[in-house]
């Protein structure tokens, strides 16, 4: 198989019969303008002639690209095979044919499909809406974990399921972050931690090689920038991995790996262009626009009355007061999904959030916004956890349309999928509630 870095989470894999894109985001930002794309990719149209089959891991608009999706001629859509993971809504699929993909295939959690008679794919549910994509060819096995938090008990689910994985390709350093306020203290922990867990998987699934991808991107707002002092480079990476006597291989953008002949591979030569584009390239640093307070009391009050609908009385009671500095507005409120209200405070009064006025009133605005605004690093929380907490998690379940009140959750789609995702899926469950608690 040949393997052709694109972008962030975009690799473009040849094999002996078909052609894979995965993830493409070619242009503009993600993450309601936090994330620009670092290096810039190299791509045009023409390069989409050979494609048979699309993969989308997930909905996160790094991955699930709009504009770049949009950009795609119909004749492309028209013909294209889409690759997604089968959960418990039609909202996704739903999102692709809206934007004129006309063969959408639905992947079954650990289920292996023969796409091609050559080829055959493999697609794991990992978290609340992560998903991995194994592609197998004439006895090599590649394994895009993406933004997958994969535990050794999954590593383990990926080796029983798919034998020998020969390359892994896994996420290299911070796309988000908990907010934690004194972050000088918690980020270079993230960073060395992320490290250590591509060291994990690679060791657990028995890899040759990792490539480092999925983190090829800088944050790119006033609110945060600091992130881009903390993050891991490929050469950083490489050369722990090569203290551990592990293998790997970095990809520049528009660079080809042939898996038949890696050690062919020059490393040194692409690790020297991200240290000249990390030293020298420019990164524009953009000031969010402002929102009024009215605005983001009409957000707060519409999500709230939604979510009730969906909620019961017990879960809503949890989404409690939190004291919010908007610095950009030269305001603290205190605001309580629970009632929908929005109360501006007096002058000095103490905080438990901090939040430009722009991305609060997005998070709300939006059921994917909570999760936006920890993806994009656009808060920063000094107390209150355990309540903001379930902020996440609600707001998380909600975008999912996983919603708790009874006559929602044991509809028949949701059992279905529950039942599809009990391989493993409550070790992740759990695994994912630890993180939220770090």
């Keep these: 198989m040949k393997i052709t870095f694109i972008s962030q989470a975009s690799i473009r894999v040849k094999t002996s019969d078909c052609t894979i894109l995965t993830d493409p985001w070619y242009m503009g930002t993600a993450f309601n303008d936090a994330w620009k794309l670092l290096p810039a990719p190299v791509w045009d149209n023409s390069m989409l002639d050979d494609i048979d089959f699309l993969w989308i891991s997930h909905e996160h608009p790094d991955h699930f690209h709009i504009a770049t999706l949009k950009s795609f001629p119909q004749s492309f859509k028209d013909r294209v095979t889409l690759l997604f993971q089968k959960n418990n809504t039609d909202k996704m699929p739903n999102a692709f044919?809206?934007?004129?993909?006309?063969?959408i295939t639905l992947l079954d959690n650990r289920k292996i499909y023969d796409i091609t008679p050559k080829t055959?794919?493999?697609?794991?549910?990992?978290?609340?809406?992560?998903?991995?994509?194994?592609?197998?060819?004439?006895?090599?096995?590649?394994?895009?974990?993406?933004?997958?938090?994969?535990?050794?008990?999954?590593?383990?689910?990926?080796?029983?399921?798919?034998?020998?994985?020969?390359?892994?390709?896994?996420?290299?350093?911070?796309?988000?972050?908990?907010?934690?306020?004194?972050?000088?203290?918690?980020?270079?922990?993230?960073?060395?931690?992320?490290?250590?867990?591509?060291?994990?998987?690679?060791?657990?699934?028995?890899?040759?090689?990792?490539?480092?991808?999925?983190?090829?991107?800088?944050?790119?707002?006033?609110?945060?920038?600091?992130?881009?002092?903390?993050?891991?480079?490929?050469?950083?990476?490489?050369?722990?991995?090569?203290?551990?006597?592990?293998?790997?291989?970095v990809l520049y953008a528009n660079e080809t790996l042939d898996t038949d002949h890696p050690q062919a591979h020059d490393n040194a030569a692409s690790m020297a262009r991200y240290d000249d584009l990390y030293a020298h390239g420019e990164k524009i640093i953009d000031t969010p626009p402002v929102v009024s307070l009215d605005k983001i009391r009409e957000a707060v009050k519409k999500r709230s009355e939604q979510l009730r609908t969906k909620f019961p009385g017990w879960i809503m009671k949890k989404l409690g007061e939190v004291n919010i500095q908007i610095p950009d507005l030269n305001i603290?409120?205190?605001?309580?999904?629970?009632?929908?209200?929005?109360?501006?405070?007096?002058?000095?009064?103490?905080?438990?959030?901090?939040?430009?006025?722009?991305?609060?009133?997005?998070?709300?605005?939006?059921?994917w916004g909570v999760q936006t605004m920890g993806v994009g690093a656009r808060f920063r929380i000094k107390s209150k956890h355990h309540i903001w907490k379930w902020y996440r998690i609600?707001?998380?379940?909600?975008?999912?349309?996983?919603?708790?009140?009874?006559?929602?959750?044991?509809?028949?789609?949701?059992?279905?999928f529950l039942r599809a995702r009990m391989k493993g899926g409550m070790n992740q469950l759990f695994y994912q509630l630890r993180r939220m608690d770090a």
């Design 332 to 367: 603290t409120v205190a605001l309580s999904l629970h009632t929908g209200e929005v109360k501006e405070l007096a002058n000095g009064t103490d905080f438990d959030l901090v939040v430009y006025s722009q991305p609060l009133h997005f998070a709300f605005d939006t059921p």
């Design 394 to 416: 609600i707001t998380s379940l909600n975008n999912a349309e996983m919603y708790l009140k009874f006559r929602y959750l044991f509809t028949k789609d949701n059992i279905n």
């Design 120 to 249: 055959k794919v493999y697609c794991s549910q990992i978290g609340q809406m992560d998903s991995s994509l194994a592609v197998m060819n004439e006895g090599t096995t590649i394994l895009n974990l993406n933004d997958c938090e994969a535990n050794t008990i999954d590593c383990k689910n990926f080796v029983k399921d798919l034998g020998k994985i020969d390359i892994v390709l896994n996420q290299f350093s911070m796309a988000g972050y908990n907010g934690f306020y004194d972050y000088e203290n918690h980020l270079p922990q993230t960073a060395r931690t992320i490290i250590q867990n591509m060291i994990d998987n690679h060791r657990d699934v028995g890899a040759r090689y990792s490539i480092p991808f999925a983190s090829n991107l800088y944050f790119c707002t006033e609110d945060n920038k600091y992130m881009n002092d903390f993050g891991n480079t490929p050469t950083k990476v490489y050369e722990v991995f090569k203290k551990e006597n592990l293998g790997m291989i």
């Design 97 to 103: 044919r809206k934007l004129g993909f006309k063969n």
